[in-house]
């Protein structure tokens, strides 16, 4: 018994020692590693891909991530590695070198230029056909904003005996694929037309040239859903459903984008509710339970709950509250009714220690670092940064903008910031004839200039009477402040001979800044400086002909606006309100300026909006007359049934303005029941105005209120935009000159 027990005492002591002598043996260290087949990869570099180190040691486990890694890097088509009394030997075969990369095919410059940088990121690097695949996918979808969807692309490869290959892309473009149609269909409340005027997809029309809209892109495509979902959440339609987008060919290379909506029923904002917080003072907290009533039983708008969100957001930038946080929750009740409940949550101290700027290859990085509410250093607070991300969107320069937050268990946060960048020019041109004349417009802007987020703008304007051009530059922010600064060249010929006895060639230059002083109160200041030639007909009066010469003006001007509509373009509701004024500094002619205007929309559902617009301008000299070129009228579209510029004070033969002159519009639109399906809009308007008041003979004008009313209908036809409106006028001077019926074909674009 004791001799079994020994012999199996010493069999374990024998496997023991064979496995730890086993064990020994593999387990060696690396005493070097060998690279071989490089050429230009240097050995250093391949060993780093690897992540093997010499005194290690390696298993083959880590040889096969090695293996991975080293392919991952993509300048190599063979690798191979292996191990053998402590040594490493990697084993690989290079790519070649993409030499250089020709494009046939393309003749356009700007399509070209497009293609070029692109492919210009993979020249001199490592041929990979799979990259290459990747790209050829990439290159087919810029043409296709392009409007360019049947390209047909075939690469060929030439090698080298260096080791490099000479890649050629052959482009076949084919037609350009355009919008014929666009169309809404389902469940979709809103008019064609209406829905038209929200999405940036345009239908190709002849005079529509110069734009890409009417060209298919999946990404302008995109833009349309967001927008038309926006257009519908602002009106109530909470459910909103864009539940397909497909575009069909309807001729040859033309397709009809059509649009399958379900808006689903209306709701209304309710009740709300904000759960009192030890963070924040009573009083306060009952101060936006005030303005959140004002809402109550309202329509659904997501803008209007937006902007309550980001009064919040401005409160505690204002009072330092950092770290605490407003959290929105919306509950569904009965009868579609939905319950706004604020919470504010206290959160743990955390700061931002580093953002990181990607996709900017353009665009400065300081341009997007001048949006940011929170920056580097400062307490990070999640929902003031998300506002910081709006306000890089709302610079318009960039088809997208995302932020990740890498570490966000950590109180010291390392944020990305990825932008996508896109074309910022823009060239436009407008024609427009009717009963009041004729206009051609013109122009060249660029959004991003060298990519310091500087806008350039540069337009002509031709008309019966006027020649106007204009050049601008805006930064805005001057200085990295959340301020703008605008420069203006601007030069004008107006020949007025025949209606108001006068002629002027105007030059000038101004600069200014704008900001906003507080939540939708915007400031504008500016000086000028401009230099006037004043030619007066013959049969001007002796005061009016006094006038005639050279005249310099040196003036400041500022205007005051508040902005409540809840949306700049087509507002439904809201208003806006504006003051400015313009003062002498130094000038032959010491004259004051001020202007008043005011708007306000209503609606009481969705094809009855009702709006009223009313204007004031008042002129006044210090010394002398008010200079004949400097007086006051009302605009035509603000009179309809008059003659533009033929109502007020007239001596002899010619309206010649006046010192004040105000108008008041009445609007409403109409349901389309005759042209359902048609892109018509109808619309009825009762019509106020007056200019009066002459400094040197106030006897020339009657100062009889002028009034009409009628009926408007903007038809976008086949031919182009038509604008009809029938007026009657119901009050008038015996000077003044009606004009019933109105038309004007054309628009700019």
Do not use: C
């Not at 041929?127 to 296709?144: A, G, H, P, R, T």
């Amino acid at each position: 018994m004791k001799n079994k027990i020994s012999l199996i005492k010493n069999l374990f002591f024998f496997l023991i020692l064979y496995f730890f002598l086993s064990f020994a043996s593999k387990a060696e260290n690396t005493k070097k590693i060998i690279v071989q087949g490089n050429e230009r990869v240097a050995d250093e570099t391949v060993i780093i891909f690897s992540k093997l180190q010499i005194g290690e040691d390696i298993n083959q486990s880590q040889l096969n991530i090695a293996l991975k890694d080293i392919y991952s890097t993509n300048y190599f088509s063979e690798v191979s590695i292996s191990k053998e009394n402590g040594i490493v030997i990697i084993k690989v075969k290079e790519n070649p070198i993409i030499q250089s990369i020709k494009i046939i095919g393309i003749e356009k410059d700007n399509i070209l230029e497009t293609i070029k940088d692109v492919t210009m990121k993979i020249e001199k690097y490592p041929f990979v056909e799979s990259k290459i695949n990747d790209q050829v996918n990439l290159l087919k979808n810029i043409l296709k904003s392009f409007g360019f969807y049947f390209v047909e692309l075939e690469t060929s490869i030439n090698s080298n005996s260096n080791n490099t290959v000479d890649l050629i892309y052959k482009f076949n473009l084919g037609p350009i694929a355009k919008i014929s149609k666009v169309k809404f269909i389902g469940d979709k409340v809103f008019r064609d037309s209406t829905l038209r005027n929200v999405i940036v997809s345009e239908e190709a029309k002849f005079w529509k040239f110069l734009t890409k809209n009417k060209f298919l892109d999946s990404n302008r495509i995109n833009l349309d859903v967001s927008r038309l979902k926006s257009f519908y959440k602002n009106r109530g339609f909470y459910n909103i459903k864009i539940k397909s987008t497909t575009a069909v060919i309807s001729d040859k290379s033309q397709f009809d984008l059509i649009f399958n909506i379900n808006a689903g029923e209306k709701f209304y904002f309710d009740e709300f509710l904000i759960v009192e917080s030890n963070n924040l003072p009573k009083e306060d907290i009952l101060l936006f339970e005030k303005k959140f009533q004002k809402l109550n039983g309202k329509k659904y708008s997501e803008k209007k709950l937006n902007n309550l969100k980001n009064e919040l957001v401005n409160f505690t930038l204002e009072n330092n509250f950092s770290f605490i946080n407003a959290n929105f929750q919306e509950i569904i009740k009965k009868d579609n009714k939905i319950k706004i409940v604020v919470n504010f949550d206290e959160i743990e101290k955390q700061y931002v220690e580093r953002i990181n700027i990607l996709g900017n290859y353009i665009t400065d990085e300081k341009v997007i670092r001048n949006s940011l509410i929170v920056d580097e250093g400062d307490p990070f607070n999640e929902t003031l940064f998300q506002k910081s991300i709006s306000d890089i969107k709302a610079r318009n320069i960039f088809k997208s903008v995302d932020y990740n937050i890498i570490n966000k268990e950590t109180l010291n946060k390392v944020i990305d910031i990825k932008v996508e960048e896109k074309a910022t020019g823009e060239i436009f041109a407008g024609a427009g004839t009717g009963t009041t004349g004729t206009s051609i417009t013109a122009g060249i802007k660029e959004n991003n200039y060298i990519g310091l987020g500087i806008k350039l703008d540069t337009n002509l304007t031709i008309t019966d009477d006027t020649i106007k051009g204009k050049f601008s530059v805006l930064n805005p922010n001057i200085n990295n402040s959340d301020k703008s600064l605008k420069t203006e060249i601007e030069s004008s010929t107006n020949d007025f001979m025949t209606t108001s006895g006068y002629k002027t060639n105007r030059t000038g230059f101004s600069i200014g800044t704008e900001f906003e002083q507080m939540n939708d109160l915007f400031v504008n200041l500016e000086i000028s400086n401009f230099y006037e030639d004043l030619e007066t007909s013959s049969t001007a009066n002796s005061i009016v002909k006094k006038q005639e010469g050279n005249y310099f003006e040196n003036l400041l001007s500022y205007s005051i606006s508040y902005n409540k509509l809840d949306q700049n373009f087509q507002p439904t509701d809201g208003f806006i309100n504006k003051f400015s004024q313009t003062l002498p500094i130094y000038s032959d002619d010491v004259s004051i300026e001020n202007t008043f205007t005011s708007s306000a929309y209503h609606s009481i559902n969705e094809n009855l909006i009702l709006s009223a617009q009313f204007l004031f301008k008042a002129i006044n000299s210090l010394d002398d007359n008010v200079r004949v070129s400097k007086r006051v009228y009302v605009p035509g579209r603000r009179l309809r049934g008059f003659e533009s510029g033929k109502i007020g004070p007239k001596d002899g033969s010619q309206y010649i303005g006046g010192n004040y002159a105000s108008s008041l519009n009445l609007n409403s639109t109409l349901p389309n029941i005759i042209f359902e399906n048609e892109n018509i809009d109808f619309n009825i308007f009762l019509d106020f105005a007056n200019v009066w008041e002459v400094d040197y003979n106030s006897g020339l004008d009657s100062n009889k209120l002028r009034s009409s009313t009628g009926i408007a209908v903007n038809w976008f036809s086949a031919i182009g935009p038509l604008t009809f409106s029938y007026a009657i006028p119901l009050s008038e001077a015996n000077t003044d000159v009606t004009e019933n019926f109105r038309f004007q074909i054309g628009t700019s674009f």
